[in-house]
């Protein structure tokens, strides 16, 4: 039987799902070579009741499954070829991740839901109890501000560096959470990791060269959208500040 080894990122995702309960329902949105499900199976079979692996193709779909094969958990894992999880039934889910995908992938797939009204609400033995871990590789403002303005509550971000990249993920939850400030949203919160410091550098460095870039433009536009990336700038230097005062 094979051993699955996971990645920095991967493993981080993996961590924040491990911290909820036992008996947990699994869905592993866009699943890919199924990683993480047969990780979490191997390790902590226990936790779970039932897991589901989803992906929106046949060809990653047909490598998750070689890779349940080989990890001895094929008969554990429920595969579904589907978007998101149009072929999910929320009773089948109380902890869902998606990861590896960009933050409008993730939005897109939490918003065509076809089961969010009541589900994401916390009725019919909803939301409240479940937790999503989600990874995105791009569009992070956007995803954190749709999920402030979906009545979803980010529980605590993650860090994780492969090679000369950072990862983040979030662990959320339903409810309300303190409005994010310009700069939160671009670089999260609740996130008490070693890696906080590279991560708050790397952000004020590209905001920094964003607004260079925007130093000679004109235009109607251009004003605001300076303003807004200079208010983000400066709250993410005063992050950092806080971040080096905690730290002595
Ligand atoms: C880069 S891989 C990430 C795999 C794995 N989750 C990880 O983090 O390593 C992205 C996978 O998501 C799948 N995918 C993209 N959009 C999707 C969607 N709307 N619904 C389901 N799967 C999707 C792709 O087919 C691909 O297999």
Same mark, same amino acid.
């Given at each position: 039987?094979?051993?699955?080894?996971?990645?920095?990122?991967?493993q981080? !995702?993996?961590? /924040?799902?491990?911290k %909820?309960e =036992?008996? $947990?329902?699994?869905?592993?949105?866009?699943?890919?070579?199924?990683y *993480?499900? !047969?990780?979490? /199976?191997?390790?902590? %079979?226990? =936790?779970? $009741?039932?897991?589901i692996a989803?992906?929106l193709?046949?060809?990653? *779909?047909?490598?998750a499954?070689?890779?349940?094969?080989?990890?001895?958990?094929?008969?554990n894992?429920?595969?579904?070829?589907?978007?998101?999880?149009?072929?999910?039934?929320?009773?089948?889910?109380?902890s869902?991740?998606?990861?590896?995908?960009?933050?409008?992938?993730?939005v897109h797939?939490?918003e065509s839901?076809?089961?969010?009204?009541?589900w994401?609400?916390?009725?019919?033995?909803?939301?409240?109890?479940?937790?999503?871990?989600?990874?995105p590789?791009?569009?992070?403002?956007?995803?954190?501000?749709?999920?402030q303005?979906?009545?979803?509550?980010i529980?605590?971000?993650?860090?994780?560096?492969?090679?000369?990249?950072?990862?983040?993920?979030?662990?959320?939850r339903?409810g309300?959470?303190?409005?994010l400030?310009?700069?939160e949203?671009?670089a999260?919160?609740?996130?008490?990791?070693p890696l906080?410091?590279?991560?708050?550098?790397?952000?004020?460095?590209r905001t920094g060269?964003a607004?260079?870039?925007?130093?000679?433009?004109?235009?109607d536009?251009?004003?605001?959208k300076?303003?807004?990336l200079?208010?983000?700038?400066?709250?993410?230097?005063?992050m950092?500040?806080?971040?080096?005062?905690?730290?002595?």
């Amino acid at each position: 039987m094979k051993q699955i080894h996971l990645s920095p990122r991967l493993q981080m !995702a993996a961590d /924040l799902v491990v911290k %909820r309960e =036992q008996n $947990a329902w699994l869905v592993d949105v866009g699943t890919d070579h199924a990683y *993480l499900p !047969a990780w979490l /199976l191997q390790n902590h %079979r226990e =936790q779970f $009741a039932y897991v589901i692996a989803t992906d929106l193709r046949e060809g990653p *779909l047909d490598r998750a499954r070689r890779t349940a094969r080989e990890a001895g958990c094929e008969q554990n894992i429920d595969f579904r070829l589907c978007d998101g999880l149009a072929a999910v039934d929320p009773r089948e889910a109380d902890s869902i991740v998606i990861a590896g995908m960009g933050g409008e992938t993730i939005v897109h797939i939490l918003e065509s839901a076809h089961w969010k009204a009541e589900w994401w609400r916390g009725e019919e033995g909803g939301m409240e109890d479940k937790i999503l871990v989600l990874q995105p590789m791009s569009s992070m403002p956007e995803l954190r501000k749709w999920l402030q303005e979906n009545g979803f509550s980010i529980v605590e971000e993650r860090l994780a560096k492969e090679g000369d990249t950072l990862y983040t993920a979030l662990l959320v939850r339903a409810g309300e959470m303190a409005p994010l400030s310009p700069a939160e949203l671009w670089a999260g919160r609740n996130c008490h990791v070693p890696l906080r410091g590279e991560w708050l550098d790397r952000w004020i460095a590209r905001t920094g060269r964003a607004l260079e870039g925007m130093a000679l433009a004109q235009g109607d536009g251009v004003l605001p959208k300076k303003r807004e990336l200079e208010d983000v700038w400066k709250g993410l230097q005063d992050m950092k500040k806080e971040w080096e005062q905690w730290q002595m």
